[in-house]
């Protein structure tokens, strides 16, 4: 018998596979279609201060089984996901708010949460505070100053110096997310030619199972070079992706592209998934197979 219910940073998960933040969760309904359809967690849209106004279209299919998007946070006020938490609260599932970006707006955004929400959770974003280490760990240790409840630092494959990053951040974080979408990209319509995105010039970032060597490479960085849990996301469609995760260290698992493209009970299946390719190769929970590959090419470290 596998079980698959983990215990990360104090939060049970009944399931190991998360929502990742983006459309897949941006209304009431689509995180009720995400419970039902089997998340272990919600990790919800990010929120800022102040409501994005994104350009349409927003987001197209790309090459290779990708999504492109300019999509950047919520375009809602604040209050107006507050409705959203609750829903979630009042199912009973672990709460993960995203939050982004500055260290005055995670501070505001924060504190808030603390007091009307109660997330188990915060996940803040740096996909727009910039490549360099020393303005990220800025955001981590503020964050870390004005919440008590445990904080997950999600990184963007933009990132050169992951594993520096990772040391200097786990000091204030209690878990990292890896990865965000990747780019910028550009794609288009070869026969006008014309942009598929109504971004600038039809820029964008690209998710979904292209990207998901990028995120396995930088899961496995962050794991070896720091003792915090780390959370993989990056074009998981499927069981098998996911133990590839677990096997570069991570101890649970996001899907966003998959359930944009396959709809809602990717989760689940996903999970299913999980337990069967273990029960398979005979074993009994996602710790026999978690870090094997970490161990597997030890000896080749230096
Ligand atoms: C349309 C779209 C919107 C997204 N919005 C957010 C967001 O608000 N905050 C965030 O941290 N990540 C956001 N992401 C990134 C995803 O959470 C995820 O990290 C990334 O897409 C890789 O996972 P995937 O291949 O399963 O989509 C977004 C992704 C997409 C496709």
């Not at 979630?88 to 924060?110: A, D, R």
């Amino acid at each position: 018998m596998v079980g698959l219910a983990r215990t990360i940073c104090g939060v049970t998960f009944k399931s190991p596979v998360l929502t990742a933040a983006g459309p897949n969760v941006a209304t009431k309904d689509h995180v009720l279609a995400a419970i039902s359809g089997g998340a272990g967690g919600i990790v919800t849209k990010t929120i800022s201060v102040s409501p994005a106004q994104d350009p349409r279209p927003t987001i197209r299919k790309g090459p290779l089984g990708s999504l492109i998007n300019c999509e950047t946070w919520s375009e809602k006020p604040v209050e107006d996901s507050l409705p959203i938490f609750n829903a979630i609260k009042e199912k009973g599932l672990p709460l993960i708010v995203s939050i982004g970006y500055k260290p005055q707006e995670v501070t505001f955004l924060g504190k808030l949460l603390e007091r009307d929400v109660h997330p188990d959770i915060i996940e803040f974003s740096t996909h727009y505070v910039g490549h360099e280490i020393s303005p990220l760990i800025d955001v981590a240790k503020i964050l870390r100053d004005v919440v008590s409840v445990p904080i997950w630092m999600k990184i963007s494959p933009n990132i050169l110096d992951v594993q520096n990053l990772a040391k200097a951040a786990s000091q204030f974080v209690d878990g990292f997310v890896a990865i965000n979408s990747l780019g910028p990209v550009l794609d288009f319509d070869v026969e006008k030619p014309s942009p598929l995105l109504g971004s600038t010039f039809g820029q964008g970032w690209m998710s979904g199972p292209p990207i998901l060597p990028i995120a396995l490479r930088i899961v496995y960085e962050t794991s070896i070079s720091q003792p915090k849990p780390v959370i993989g996301v990056g074009g998981i469609e499927k069981g098998e992706d996911a133990i590839k995760f677990f096997m570069t260290g991570a101890s649970l698992v996001q899907i966003c592209s998959g359930a944009l493209k396959k709809g809602s009970a990717i989760y689940g299946t996903v999970s299913q998934e999980i337990e069967e390719w273990l029960e398979k190769h005979g074993y009994s929970s996602i710790d026999d197979v978690q870090n094997k590959y970490i161990d597997a090419v030890k000896h080749l470290r230096h």
